[in-house]
């Protein structure tokens, strides 16, 4: 406990100084590997009001309460450093969870959405107002996306740039297709707008009920590589509790085991994954 402590106690002192020696910034600065690949995640989950910084700074304090955790319990830092690493990726494996979900509910409702703007469109309305009132008569998860457009686009009158912002809001594959195709009608003009969303309704409707035919089918096989992997770790917790069993591990030989053993964890699920799961459809045109 007064490990612990001390421990928490410096992190916050070097916190403190460093907000104070930490010399102010020259100008924009490009963002890192790391930063970039947090913000887009937290984009594509849906998340607003949490800084990519913000994000790796809890992904660090979980994987750093998971090691002293298991590092207490168990006495071999190994173990702690093992289970430290699974700790720290927990953050990110909930938001790649939240992504997959939002965007099986997304490819759900977006026939639904094209129809709702072909119906407004068909009435009279331009695409433009057709587009703003699915912020009130649309599906209920993607109206605050298409309301801030009509907002953006009642401020500034610029339709390119309030498209633009509504793709960064939705940051979803599908959503990229639809505001792209909506971009080249408005661009084109003539009189087969109401034809193309037709079509692009009919074909979002297939590809959606087909991509949760093949997901559900492969689904086993996903669930089977999560519990495969889960398995030996779960004992290797359980084992933690048992001080004389556990030791063994508290060495550099022991190390290299549980190194050896999450390199091969790790490896065979990528493999099961690359068989099991569909690609994902990528962002395009951001």
Do not use: H
Not at 105 to 127: H, K, M, Q, T, Y
Not at 159 to 175: E, Y
Not at 229 to 257: E, H
């Amino acid at each position: 406990m007064g490990l612990l402590l001390g421990l928490f106690f410096g992190i916050g002192l070097l916190m403190i100084s460093w907000s104070f020696l930490a010399p102010p910034s020259a100008g924009p600065r490009a963002e890192g590997r790391f930063t970039s690949a947090s913000r887009e995640l937290l984009a594509e989950a849906g998340v607003e009001g949490v800084t990519p910084g913000a994000f790796i700074g809890v992904c660090a304090l979980a994987g750093t309460t998971g090691f002293l955790l298991m590092y207490v319990v168990s006495g071999a830092w190994p173990i702690g450093l093992a289970f430290g690493v699974f700790a720290g990726g927990g953050p990110v494996a909930l938001l790649k969870g939240r992504v997959r979900r939002r965007r099986a509910e997304f490819r759900e409702l977006w026939p639904d959405v094209v129809d709702n703007i072909a119906s407004a469109v068909r009435a009279g309305l331009s695409l433009s107002e057709a587009l703003a009132q699915v912020g009130d008569r649309g599906p209920l998860p993607l109206r605050e996306p298409f309301r801030r457009f009509g907002a953006d686009y009642a401020s500034t009158g610029r339709f390119a740039d309030s498209l633009d912002r509504l793709k960064a809001r939705l940051a979803d594959p599908v959503g990229d297709r639809v505001v792209e195709a909506l971009r080249i009608a408005r661009e084109v003009g003539g009189g087969d707008l109401g034809r193309l969303l037709r079509s692009l309704s009919a074909f979002l409707r297939d590809d959606a009920r087909t991509r949760s035919e093949l997901e559900a089918r492969q689904s086993w096989s996903i669930n089977g590589a999560r519990v495969a992997v889960a398995a030996p770790w779960l004992v290797l917790g359980m084992l933690s509790f048992q001080g004389d069993v556990i030791q063994r591990y508290n060495s550099a030989t022991g190390a290299v085991v549980i190194g050896i053993g999450a390199a091969l964890c790790l490896l065979a699920y990528r493999v099961m994954l690359r068989i099991g799961r569909l690609p994902e459809p990528e962002r395009v045109l951001r």
